[in-house]
């Protein structure tokens, strides 16, 4: 339905919001499929399945046309994803949105952890004066320890006002206080967008990483809570795959990586976690009783 519908508003229209009037806006993917294809080892099926959703989103960053979100109510995992990948979100005040899949032994699967990381360390400049000729690096892991922890902990807003404290929203989305009137400024929105001259955006390849230096920082700090009490064994292996993804994997510090490296590392994550049985665990546990299960 995505891919349709950027097809359609490149060929005949304005722009696309991408909004509903039921009570949640999303509370996340099909996890009872995703439990079926795990629970009989359907690898390919579920590395299609992620791969899809990866570019159904990518699909809505780069249209030729503004793409707006208008969350409201519940915008969990999948559906956060959505949002993230708008070009702008206009939310209701009463938006509650995280990236929650941490809760059934996943991580974000859509391009979550690549939309928070950007959200977090793109306002960072490349270079700072220093006595170092021609200024150097500012280092990025404190920027990524706050996408990390956004993540690892399931942290959902408890406002639309929240998630722009959280990353979820970025300085340019905008927040509407009558949920009557959501649908339609998100619909001014993007004229608004089109009016100004909207130039569509292109795939990044200059996305810096922390890389193996990042990556044992975040360890040390897994194993500190682990230790501590704070998380369980299985928490911290989950842990640990969502640093690698957000250090974007096996590389140096201050790598410069693309996208489809990064959503290539959050596939393969993804689909591997998929196929543990405490993850399957906490995915059945959610499904039959709605609450996440700590094992």
């Keep these: 339905m995505i891919n349709y519908s950027v097809k359609e508003i490149e060929e005949n229209f304005e722009g696309l919001v991408i909004g509903n009037h039921g009570r949640n806006f999303c ?117 990524v320890a706050r996408a990390f922890e956004t993540i690892a902990m399931a942290k959902v807003s408890t406002s639309a006002k929240d998630a722009q404290k959280l990353g979820y929203l970025r300085p340019q989305d905008r927040i509407t206080m009558n949920r009557d009137h959501l649908l339609y400024d998100a619909k001014e929105t993007v004229l608004a967008m089109v009016r100004e001259g909207y130039s569509p955006l292109r795939p990044r390849d200059d996305i810096r990483v922390t890389g193996r230096t990042g990556k044992a920082l975040f360890e040390l700090m897994i194993y500190t809570m682990k230790e501590g009490g704070y998380i369980t064994d299985y928490d911290a292996h989950i842990a640990e795959k969502l640093a690698y993804v957000l250090t974007g994997g096996d590389v140096q510090q201050n790598t410069l990586v693309t996208e489809e490296y990064l959503l290539g590392l959050e596939r393969e994550a993804f689909v591997s976690l998929c196929g543990e049985k405490k993850t399957q665990d906490r995915m059945r546990h959610m499904l039959q009783t709605n609450r996440p299960l700590r094992n």
């Design 27 to 143: 509370v996340g993917a099909n996890l009872m499929l995703l439990l079926f294809e795990a629970q009989n080892q359907n690898w390919d099926e579920l590395q299609l399945i992620v791969k899809q959703f990866q570019d159904a989103c990518r699909r809505i960053k780069y249209a030729e046309k503004p793409v707006v979100a208008a969350p409201s109510g519940m915008a969990l995992g999948g559906g956060c994803e959505i949002c993230m990948a708008a070009n702008k979100i206009r939310a209701h005040a009463e938006t509650y949105i995280g990236l929650v899949e941490v809760g059934v032994g996943l991580i974000p699967g859509g391009g979550g952890n690549k939309e928070l990381l950007l959200a977090n360390i793109d306002w960072v400049p490349p270079v700072v004066p220093s006595a170092f000729p021609g200024g150097s690096q500012p280092d990025l892991i404190p920027y």
